[in-house]
């Protein structure tokens, strides 16, 4: 069978109609109502980076049948077409579609101390998995949906918990630069020999103005 010599996702003509099809669809939910816009904003930004590392042509190609076809109806609804309309309204509000699906499962998520991390991350597991990162999480939209408050708190806790572990580890990080700033400071300043082989001065670090004037002065 022919294989070509480039395939056909590395193909400049490729990726410039993806790019430009993701942009036209970013732009039309632009104008729908706030709620409408987020739910397709963050699904077809979900979709695309989901499937940005096709390497299958038939596949590819289906997903950009369905790209298509959202552009389509998104331009009927906005078009006046009160059958689209409705239909995107349903999957953003959560009427009909996953959403509904995801909120019937918060509802009854039942555990005496784990938070629920659907609340964080509606995402199909394959979408969590495939981009794990935090920055592709799509959160449930708490403007549509009642959360129980306890679940709620659970969440604000680990967020809280999360963001003290970070300030501990960037504080640790620091203290460890400082350490080796003032270890290497010390060796310069004490003339150490492995330490001037490597271009450092004695007393480059120093802060008495007649070396600070020096072109080999490193400030502390």
Known sequence: MFRPRTPFFRKSAHKHHVLCEYRKLLRQTKQFDP??????????????????????????????????????????????????????????????????????????????????????????????????????????????????????????????RDRLRERRKRQRRELRLAREISELTNAVNEGNHAVRDSGLLPEAFTSVPAVAKSPFHIPG
């Open 35 to 160: 709620v409408e816009q987020t739910y397709l904003w963050s699904w077809i930004r979900e979709r695309f980076h989901h499937n940005k590392r096709q390497t299958s042509p038939t596949q590819a190609s289906q997903f950009l049948s369905d790209g298509t076809w959202a552009s389509l109806v998104m331009s009927a609804a906005l078009n006046g077409s009160t059958t689209q309309r409705q239909y995107i309204s349903d999957l953003a509000y959560g009427r009909t579609g996953y959403l509904k699906d995801v909120a019937q499962q918060v509802r009854e998520f039942h555990h005496p101390t784990k938070p629920c991390q659907t609340i964080r991350d509606v995402r199909p597991r394959s979408s969590r998995i495939h981009q794990p990162h935090k920055a592709y999480w799509i959160p449930l939209d708490l403007r549509v949906f009642s959360v129980p408050q306890h679940l709620l708190d659970r969440i604000r806790d680990e967020d809280e």
